[in-house]
């Protein structure tokens, strides 16, 4: 499975982003989908995950009420929509797919996407 996520950027404290990950390769539909983020000096980060039909969702508790998963498999793309940003959002986000939904440690998952830089501004 390769994953690319898109839809990183600048935006003001309060905005929103929906960035995606977009697979190809393997039945994508397999796996399990999780987000982290990683800022810099910091440890990689869960923030979210979904199952392979997303019908189980996961969310850190940082996040959990800004943040919605979802994904589309008829066009193999996972999204994250980020509402209310804060500064602390700032980091570079990934996706990743496993074999077990829920998973909050990055050793569970097997592919990984090349990441996108999200900056939430003061």
């Known amino acids: 499975v390769q994953l690319q996520a898109s839809g990183g950027g600048l935006v003001q404290a309060g905005g929103y982003l929906r960035l995606s990950c977009a697979a190809s390769g393997r039945a994508f539909t397999n796996y399990a989908v999780g987000w982290f983020r990683q800022a810099p000096g910091k440890e990689r980060e869960f923030v979210a995950g979904?199952?392979?039909?997303?019908?189980?969702?996961t969310y850190a508790d940082t996040v959990k009420a800004r943040i919605i998963t979802s994904r589309d498999n008829a066009k193999n793309t996972v999204y994250l929509q980020m509402n209310s940003l804060k500064p602390e959002d700032t980091a570079v986000y990934y996706c990743?797919?496993?074999?077990?939904?829920?998973?909050?440690?990055?050793?569970?998952?097997?592919?990984w996407g090349q990441g996108t830089q999200v900056t939430v501004s003061s």
């Open positions: 990743a797919a496993g074999r077990f939904a829920g998973v909050v440690e990055p050793t569970g998952y097997d592919y």
């Open positions: 979904s199952s392979w039909t997303g019908g189980i969702t």
